[in-house]
């Protein structure tokens, strides 16, 4: 009996080749993934597996200009918690309580902490010293997880802190050498890659991979760390003494521009520093730095200087003081009211004459005494390494509102602020041969092999000459040895010098009962080695600068001079 064959018919025909496209389909899928594009997908995956954390590199020491340690970092550890292993309340209270046990952290709260917390691992704590952590990881509690980190140690405790800085959790800078040489100091981080679980956490015995993280360079300081501490030890006493609210011992050397000491109150100090005071964030600043004030009467030695500099007057220049000279109209007096006489410019200086110091600004003239003043770096930075800096200000015959009493009371040191550095800087090129230095903090940078690159000293400007310079040096000597006693003498060394006492200004104009004073000088006389400048911040007792900040200057340049090796003048010497 004959069979009919079968019609092949749409209905079978579709669903086979509905499977066929279907099955070409997943066979092409697997030749690009297994074959074509299998590097690339096997590198996701294994990167699905594999996590990586930063670890920071040991951070550059800062040391003074002798080597002695100022700041440097010590090896600790930052511990975290898998919240994934924790969910587990068994493994989360054994893992707690060993921590807890190890670092004096609340078991109780760390198990809070983490299980309140939405991420994969949380930081429970911050810089634990190495021996701590290096225990613990020995002893390896459920869900820990710890990397390497490092704190900054202060080997001097708080000393010269307003210079140094603080740094911040990522362990960069935030203020002052720490900030400015940030790059250096930092290093390059490095990275630890490792082996995770399902879960998210490392796997005990997993493969690690690490980048090691390469050291920052060391900052040698242009300070000297017994030099800070007698500065630092003179201001609190000075501030104590006087009853002032503040104030900035600023000690340098006039011939380069190094800043040997750099005291300022108030300050921060790292043993009690707490950045959740805003009052204490407000102290990160270095005051000599960034706080302006009128120097008042030490602005003459500026004016001196640039009038004789112009050939205008010599210190034999004679001048007629009635007490009272009329400028423009207007009635300018000597700051006690005082009536001197005949004077030479030398005298002025001496008695501190403010009629004075407008009879060489009219022989400037308004231009000429701004380009000195120019000449001498007020009225913009000194390009110190410090961050803040402010430009100082002074009204100029082109500004808006400008008028011919600026130009006199410029002379004696109101209508100008200044910054304890720019002030300090402007009298080194006054005495130290007329050459502006950029003041700096640092002298040389060392590289973790142990190379050392030195930062050369930078003349930024030439405001008057040398025979001027040595002029000037003359006639402020004369100033601190009159023939009469001067508060502001050195009991071994000869020296030159100027104080200044200025009321503060008020933000509307005029001025209020309270006064900020200063003495700045150098020595020795001929050829300076030093130059000191000492500021007081609203004292209670309202002394003058001669009479309040020049004990300081003297009592300085005899201990810092002598501690420098510098011999004493043999006659001061044999008198004593």
Partial sequence: MAHQQATRTLRVWLPATAFAAFALLILGRLVQVQIVEHDRYAAEARSSLLASDTVFARRGSIL??????????????????????????????????????????????????????????????????????????????????????????????????????????????????????DEELQGVPGRVIFERDTSGSPIPYGETFTIEPVRGRDIVLTIDRRLQATAERALTEAIAAHGAEGGAIVMLDPRNGEVLALATQP?????????????????????????????????????????????????????????????????????????????????????????????????????????????????????????????????????????????????????????????????????????????????????????????????????VSPETSATIRHMLGAVIDPGWYHPGKPGLYTAGGKSGTANVPLPDGGYDDTQIVSFAGFAPLDEPRILILVKLDRNADLLTGTAAAGPVFADLVDAALAYLKTPPDAERVEAR
């Fill in 64 to 181: 003074d200009r002798n080597g002695f340690l100022l700041a440097m970092s010590a090896d600790t550890w930052d511990l975290y918690v898998s919240t994934r292993v924790w969910r587990d309340d068994e493994t989360a209270i054994e893992g707690s309580e060993a921590i807890a046990a190890a670092t004096g952290l609340d078991a109780a709260e760390l198990r809070e902490l983490v299980r309140a917390s939405e991420l994969v691992d949380v930081l429970i704590a911050h810089d634990v010293p190495y021996a701590t952590g290096r225990a613990l990881l020995d002893g390896r509690p459920p869900g820990l997880v710890a990397l390497p980190n490092t704190e900054r140690v202060y080997p001097a405790d708080d000393l010269a802190a307003s210079v140094i800085g603080i740094i911040g959790r990522e362990n960069t800078g935030l203020s002052g050498i720490e900030w400015w040489y």
């Fill in 267 to 463: 300050s921060i100090a790292f043993s009690t520093l707490d950045l959740s005071d805003h009052e204490q964030v407000r102290l990160l600043r270095n005051r000599a730095v960034t706080d302006l004030y009128e120097p008042g009467s030490v602005m003459k030695v500026i004016t001196t200087a640039a009038a004789i500099d112009a050939g205008l007057v010599s210190p034999a220049t004679e001048y007629v003081d009635t007490g009272v000279v009329s400028f423009y109209g207007i009635p300018i007096r000597n700051w006690n009211e005082g009536v001197h006489g005949a004077q030479t410019m030398t005298g002025v200086l001496q008695h501190s004459i403010n009629t004075g110091a407008v009879f060489m600004v009219e022989k400037l003239g308004a231009t000429r005494f701004q380009q000195y003043l120019d000449g001498f770096g007020f009225g913009q930075p000194t390009g110190i390494d410090l961050n803040g800096e402010a430009r100082g200000v002074f009204r100029r015959p082109s500004d808006a509102g400008w008028s011919p009493l600026d130009l006199a009371t410029q002379s004696f040191g109101q209508s100008i602020s200044v910054t304890p550095i720019q002030m300090a800087s402007a009298l080194g090129a006054a005495v130290n041969g007329g050459k502006l230095m950029q003041p700096r903090l640092v002298r040389a940078l060392v590289s973790p092999e142990g190379g050392r690159t030195d930062l050369p000293a930078r003349v930024t400007g030439r405001p």
